[in-house]
């Protein structure tokens, strides 16, 4: 194919946030698309195969519109920004309609909102059913924007409080006993929960609506005999339920409420050999009507990008593993599938 010249402007303003720090941004996008970008106070020269400096402008182009909408630049908008350019799924300038969907502020005034499709396709599942699967590995912010939803609704004054629980299993650690009253002993399992709710309300009016009841935090353990009416309810880490506490849970479920639950089928804690209640759950609730189950993959991931490529690298293994497992399986069945026509030619 033509080698193309394609030129762009970058407002002053802009530039540094764009381009990167030392072109950091702008190399990415070379690599990527195996172009040469020139840059000459803000005027872009993209050197490259017609289509290839075609999609690196487009990149661009949405990188300087989130710039524009007043959002820092970070390696993963750029990554996500070239990922979705080799997507056909996508249409239109979805990049930044996604950037339109603000769910709250922090308390240092930072927006809230999805960074991917993925997140998108999460909170609007949230949005229009009364309860909702949030499945993908960590990263995804699967705990953070229910968070946001919850508190959302909470100050909008659409449920009277919020309940978040979790099951309180060590992460392959047995931590012994601890030291403390409930709360204390209680904390530690809850801490992730305690990270988005101050990020997000703020530490001293979290603790003003905790003194109220209007917030609770509580291992799921305590939720059996309840029943939960006008709240957000919120269950992370569910792939550490076993089916009778994921049963249990979903039972509480009372009038006015919308619940979240969240988990990575990736990072289950439980014993050896025990079904994963949210396992269960994937089979038995697929179809009911007002559940929907969103998957995240390793896109939708918002940390660090290293984050991402060590999920990938996980997922990979996985396959192999797997792989491996009914290679081993297959030359089993046939080993013994020639063993029992050996026999019955010698009887």
Request: charged share 30%; no cysteine; hydrophobic share 40%.
């Amino acid at each position: 194919m033509a080698i193309v010249e394609s030129i762009m402007d970058i407002p002053m303003e802009h530039e540094m946030n764009v381009l990167g720090q030392l072109d950091f941004n702008i190399k990415k996008i070379e690599r990527a698309f195996d172009v040469t970008i020139i840059d000459r106070n803000g005027v872009l020269k993209i050197i490259g195969e017609e289509v290839a400096a075609e999609k690196a402008k487009e990149v661009i182009k949405k990188l300087l519109q989130l710039s524009q909408r007043g959002n820092t630049i970070t390696e993963q908008n750029v990554d996500y920004a070239i990922s979705l350019s080799f997507s056909e799924k996508i249409k239109g300038n979805q990049m930044i309609e996604i950037d339109k969907d603000i769910l709250a502020r922090t308390v240092l005034g930072k927006p809230v909102k999805p960074k991917t499709i993925g997140q998108k396709d999460y909170v609007d599942a949230i949005r229009n059913n009364m309860i909702t699967f949030g499945i993908g590995p960590a990263g995804t912010g699967k705990t953070y924007l229910g968070m946001a939803m919850a508190i959302t609704a909470f100050r909008q004054q659409e449920v009277q409080r919020i309940i978040l629980t979790r099951p309180a299993i060590e992460a392959g650690e047995k931590l012994g006993f601890l030291p403390g009253d409930l709360q204390s002993k209680v904390d530690p399992y809850m801490r992730p929960v305690y990270d988005a709710l101050y990020s997000i309300m703020g530490a001293e009016q979290y603790q003003s609506n905790s003194e109220k009841g209007l917030i609770e935090v509580a291992p799921l353990a305590y939720m059996r005999g309840r029943t939960l009416d006008n709240a957000y309810i919120i269950l992370d880490e569910a792939q550490n339920t076993t089916p009778a506490q994921m049963k249990m849970f979903l039972t509480r479920i009372g009038f006015g409420s919308k619940v979240i639950i969240t988990g990575d089928l990736t990072q289950k804690d439980l014993e050896e050999g025990k079904k994963s209640g949210l396992e269960d759950a994937m089979r038995v609730l697929k179809g009911v009507e007002g559940i929907e189950f969103v998957e995240l993959t390793s896109a939708d991931v918002v940390r660090h990008p290293l984050v991402q490529r060590i999920v990938n690298a996980y997922e990979k293994d996985e396959e192999k593993r797997a792989k491996r497992a009914r290679q081993r399986e297959t030359s089993e069945k046939d080993f013994g599938e020639q063993r029992n026509e050996t026999r019955h030619r010698r009887g």
